[in-house]
Every structure is written in structure tokens, then in C-alpha cells.
């Protein structure tokens, strides 16, 4: 696999939770990189990127809750996720894009690579 996430769980309400994406191919720096959820019975949906340049962007439904952020050192992406709510129960995944530049409304089909997901539930 070349994206391999980590850090899941089971927590309560209004705790904390950092998910990390290592990269096991290619170099964390060159591409953009996001973290999307998947709910059951939902549509995916995108959470946050970060560009190969540091630029990051969020979901209205995660700011100023979840920080995206890469190790370029050790080819990580991490997800910090604080006071987590009962809907942000999903599967969680990291994924590459094939350019640097991420989208202002980035897509499924901007992004080539995805990881094998981590379950992260939040109880009441």
C-alpha cells in the first residue's frame, strides 16, 4: 500500500484524536494531500488539504476544529482532530493527488491515491 493511515478509535464527545497518513512511495512533498471521511450511507466527503507549498484548506463542517498538516521528513500527513462531535463517526482516509496545487473544491477525482481508511467513532 502506499498511503497507510493510523490512529483511530473510539472516543466521547469532545475529545481528541490525531490521525496520521504515511506515505510509503513517494515523497509527502511534492503533491497535495487530504484527509476525507466517509459516513455510512454517505458520499465521501473532503475534510482538508494541504498543498505541496504548506497551503491548507478546510470543510466548513471541520474548521477551526481540524488542523491537516505533513511531515515532509518523515512522509506524514496528520489530522488533528479536537472536540470531536457523534457526527464526525466515519471511516477516515488520507489521499494524493497527482499535482501540487490542490483545488479550491477538490473532488474524488482529483486524487489518484488512497489509503485502506481508519474507523473513527465519537460517542455521546
Known amino acids: 500500500a502506499q498511503l497507510v493511515e493510523s490512529g483511530g478509535g473510539s472516543v466521547q464527545a469532545g475529545e481528541s484524536l490525531r490521525l496520521s497518513c504515511v506515505r510509503q512511495?513517494?515523497?509527502?512533498?511534492?503533491?497535495?494531500m487530504g484527509w476525507w471521511r466517509e459516513a455510512e450511507g454517505k458520499e465521501r466527503e473532503s475534510l482538508a488539504t494541504i498543498d505541496a507549498y504548506g497551503t491548507t484548506s478546510y470543510a466548513d463542517s471541520v474548521k477551526d476544529r481540524f488542523t491537516i498538516s505533513k511531515d515532509n521528513a518523515k512522509n506524514t500527513l496528520y489530522l488533528q482532530m479536537n472536540s470531536l462531535k457523534p457526527e464526525d463517526t466515519s471511516k477516515y482516509y488520507c489521499?494524493?493527488?497527482?499535482?501540487?496545487?490542490?483545488?479550491?473544491?477538490?473532488?474524488?477525482?482529483?486524487?489518484?491515491?488512497w489509503g485502506q481508511g481508519t474507523q473513527v467513532t465519537v460517542s455521546s
Open positions: 489521499a494524493r493527488a497527482v499535482i501540487g496545487r490542490c483545488a479550491n473544491s477538490p473532488t474524488e477525482a482529483d486524487f489518484r491515491y
Open positions: 512511495v513517494f515523497p509527502t512533498s511534492d503533491y497535495c
